[in-house]
């Protein structure tokens, strides 16, 4: 943990993972999609099953669901 390298490394990815739209624990990133909240884990599991699930009709329709909450900056 003292370790600034580490420190460093972390700050990064924090901030990618804050660029490519992450937002909450846990989160999953996969073919472009986001995937996080309390489901996560089921809907990854469910993908691992059906590769195609992101291709399903509703998909799209989630997608433009407003946000709850968004976050600015960086750390």
Not at 33 to 48: I, N, S
Not at 60 to 65: E, N, S
């Amino acid at each position: 943990m003292a370790d600034e390298a580490i420190k460093q490394a972390l700050r990064t990815q924090t901030n990618q993972a804050i660029d490519d739209g992450i937002f909450g624990v846990p989160s999953f990133r996969v073919r472009g999609q986001t995937v996080w909240g309390a489901d996560a884990h089921a809907f990854m599991l469910e993908y691992r099953v059906d590769p195609d699930l992101f291709d399903q009709p509703e998909m799209p329709r989630a997608a433009v669901l407003p946000n709850g909450a968004t976050r600015s900056g960086s750390c």
